[in-house]
T-cell receptor, first 111, second 113 residues
Framework: NAGVTQTPKFQVLKTGQSMTLQCAQD?????MYWYRQDPGMGLRLIYY???????DKGEVPNGYNVSRLNKREFSLRLESAAPSQTSVYFC??????????FGQGTRLTVV | GESVGLHLPTLSVQEGDNSIINCAYS??????FIWYKQESGKGPQFIID?????DKRQGQRVTVLLNKTVKHLSLQIAATQPGDSAVYFC????????????FGKGTHLIIQP
């Protein structure tokens, strides 16, 4: 998915460790999003940023923090990872009327 | 709470046949709907969208139908090909777009040779 880049692609953490998932888009979009995807479930919104300098909670924000560093970058931080946070994480950006663009995902395992 | 859902978790069709994937939504305030395709190990890929002021929209080999009376959305794929094998998600948004999408759980489309 050209335009939205996530790093890393894979990560294994021990319970209690912290890490930051990085996301960048080069399409000059205002709004960016973090979703998680679990088996048998659709994507669920963690946090979003409607514009640079603003962030808001989504459906499942507990255990996460975000930073909208600039218009391009929106990072997701796990301060103290838990096994329940094992999931695939997707970053997305939106151009109103043009659809949502997703990154390739970060597969996180917390042991 | 209100949610978007799909009727069948798995749909198996013969190559060359038409596929119809269904989605029920319960939020009458939703005014924008999107279908996504997700292949294994990849992020969701935009297929087609439709706004609530439309009943039908066509793309290349795909058609989305919206029935607001019964809150039903469907994706029709004509002449399905092996490359159509994937999980398909419907998603809805309540106006504006900035507050994100609500996704259904997905339908796994399997193409039989």
């Amino acid at each position: 998915n050209a335009g939205v880049t996530q790093t890393p692609k894979f990560q294994v953490l021990k319970t209690g460790q912290s890490m930051t998932l990085q996301c960048a888009q080069d399409m000059n979009h205002n709004s960016m999003y973090w979703y998680r995807q679990d088996p048998g479930m659709g994507l669920r919104l963690i946090y979003y940023s409607a514009s640079e300098g603003t962030t808001d909670k989504g459906e499942v924000p507990n255990g996460y923090n975000v930073s909208r560093l600039n218009k391009r970058e929106f990072s997701l931080r796990l301060e103290s990872a838990a096994p329940s946070q094992t999931s695939v994480y997707f970053c997305a950006s939106i151009a109103p009327g043009q659809g949502y663009y997703f990154g390739q995902g970060t597969r996180l395992t917390v042991v | 709470g209100e949610s978007v859902g799909l009727h069948l978790p798995t749909l198996s069709v013969q190559e060359g046949d038409n596929s119809i994937i269904n989605c029920a939504y319960s939020n009458s305030a939703s005014d924008y709907f999107i279908w996504y395709k997700q292949e294994s190990g990849k992020g969701p890929q935009f297929i087609i969208d439709i706004r609530s002021n439309m009943d039908k929209r066509q793309g290349q080999r795909v058609t989305v139908l919206l029935n607001k009376t019964v809150k039903h959305l469907s994706l029709q794929i004509a002449a399905t090909q092996p490359g159509d094998s994937a999980v398909y998600f419907c998603a809805e948004n309540m106006g504006g777009g900035a507050d994100g999408l609500t996704f259904g759980k997905g339908t796994h489309l399997i193409i039989q040779p």
